[in-house]
């Protein structure tokens, strides 16, 4: 511990609410910043301090970790990510779903398979290896850090081509395990599944249990958008409970959620499965706090909608942000048809129930992620909105519980499930990832209507002590990190 009364850093925080991200009650205090780390907490410190920074009545925290993104191709363009910056995140996991920008596409590909074009068309797919991604975040330097996982149907589309409605051959599943530890040993944090999704639906458990297996023994993280969001939830949940049973992996189930009015109501029993689960096993969980979902265009995501609105369209441009009923309407045609003329293209799907999203937002140990596709013309509102709705609807007006959780949500508790050693909370010498907002004003500003908006009440965002983001405008780019896992001890031998 330093002397307080001879402290010097690059600036002090001078009596805000702190809310250290470990979820307990709020304190009156300065926090004090020196060579990008945080260098004392406290009542009232004195020292020299280039700058001092009256934040009376405004909140600090750590800053925000967003942990399930689609951000993996704007990482690597500078001043593309102002709809996290502007929400206070200062970090993004990245290649979720199953979906990363690496390794790279094989060169016969004539069309991009969805959902692989969340991230972009086959020419976006440029990098050969995992390793060859990470070495261009890191010559480009990320806007916000970067914790990149790599994605199970790009290294299933790598080794089946377009052949891909059926399960892996035993020499297939060990291409793709080869590829996963190229993966792994380059630094991914762990591996991603979309199984969910046409190119990944049809792998058996086997084809899983292997890479999981994999990423277990390289002590990483599974993700995972499970096979059944709709009523089959249960099932799903049960088999990726299984899996990581059965590997010791660490899961982390992806934007958790109950599509369609026959899954209503289900998340009751998914969440006992999981608070059970977590007694002896490393299980987690994000959520969105949304009741629609977005990905690609896809009859069976449709189905169960009571509103479909279309959000980009590459044979129909101008049919983003209108709704599917309207379009088929226009057309003289049924909506199944309308979505496929569509294609390739991507949706919002209004599907879930209020009560399912706050009794999954309010479990305890369920993490706020944005699940934002930065591609989209019309996206969803979650790109830009999503913590700061949790921060002002859920915790602030709606009570769903206090801010000091919903804090926790964003920060410590994701640290902890990334396994992030010095970030997520503010302790001394962790990295000054920092946001700065009022909690009396903080709220989400993107809706349906009008999505791209940036929220309110963000005051101030600094990333490794450096000033990324005040007064409503981005201030310096490229100061995040490649927050690569390191080296398994065994690559290292
Ligand atoms: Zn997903
Ligand atoms: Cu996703």
């Known amino acids: 511990m330093e002397d307080a009364s001879r402290l010097a850093g690059d600036f002090l925080v001078r009596n805000a609410i702190l809310l250290s991200g470990d979820g307990s009650p709020p304190l009156q205090g300065d926090l004090a910043v020196r060579d990008g780390r945080i260098l004392a907490i406290g009542a009232q ?34 001043g593309a990510m102002l709809s996290k910056l502007s929400q206070g995140v200062t970090t993004v996991v990245t290649g979720n779903c199953g979906v990363s920008l690496a390794p790279g596409l094989p060169a016969g590909l004539s069309e991009q398979v969805p959902p692989l074009d969340l991230l972009g068309g086959c020419e976006a797919f440029t990098y050969p290896r995992f390793g060859d991604y990470l070495g261009a975040l890191r010559a480009v330097g990320p806007d916000l850090n970067v914790v990149p996982l ?59 249990m292997t890479l999981v297996a994999e990423v277990a ?11 059944d969001e709709r009523s089959g939830v249960v099932s799903a949940v049960a088999e990726t409970l299984d899996i990581a049973r059965r590997t010791g992996a660490r899961v982390l189930i992806s934007h958790h959620k109950c ?33 629609a979902s977005s990905t690609v265009l896809n009859p069976v995501f449709a189905r169960d909608s009571h509103k479909v609105t279309v959000s980009w369209s590459d044979s129909h441009p101008e049919a983003a942000g209108r709704d599917l009923h309207d379009i088929a309407a226009d057309w003289g045609m049924s909506e199944p048809e309308a979505l496929e003329r569509l294609k390739p293209g991507g949706a919002i799907y209004h599907q879930m129930d209020e009560a399912d999203l706050r009794r999954i937002l ?53 640290a902890d499930a990334l396994h992030l050693q010095d970030r997520g909370r503010l302790a001394a010498g962790h990295v000054a990832d920092l946001v700065l907002f009022d909690p009396a004003t903080v709220a989400d500003a993107a809706n349906y209507a009008d999505p791209i908006r940036p929220s309110l009440g963000i005051d101030r965002v600094w990333i490794g002590g450096q000033l990324a983001y005040a007064g409503g405008a981005a201030r310096s780019n490229g100061l995040g990190q490649t927050l690569s896992a390191a080296p398994a001890p065994e690559a290292v031998a």
């Open 362 to 414: 309010a479990f305890g140990p369920s993490l706020v992620g944005s699940d934002g596709l930065p591609r989209d013309r019309r996206p969803h509102p979650r790109l830009w909105g999503s913590f700061p709705r949790v921060l002002g609807h859920y915790a602030r007006d709606e009570g769903l519980f206090p801010l000091e959780t919903a804090i926790a949500k964003m920060t410590g508790q994701t």
């Open 150 to 208: 790599v994605g199970h149907t790009v290294l299933r589309v790598r080794a089946m081509g377009t052949d891909l409605d059926r399960p892996a051959t035993a020499a297939e599943i060990a291409t793709m395990r080869a590829e996963l530890q190229d993966a792994l040993a380059a630094g991914a944090v762990g591996l991603s599944t979309g199984l969910a999704y046409p190119p990944a639906r049809f792998a058996a458990s086997e084809e899983i």
């Open 217 to 227: 023994r390289a002590g990483r993280l599974w993700t995972t958008h499970m096979r």
């Open 45 to 78: 410190l004195q020292g020299r301090f280039g700058q001092i920074i009256d934040a009376t009545g405004l909140a600090l925290a750590p800053g925000f970790i967003d942990v399930h993104t689609h951000d993996d191709a704007i990482a690597l363009e500078p």
């Open 259 to 291: 599509c369609g009015d026959a899954a209503f109501g289900l998340s009751r029993t998914t969440l006992e499965m999981i608070a059970e689960a977590r007694r002896t096993m490393a299980v987690d969980l994000d959520v969105y706090p949304y009741t």
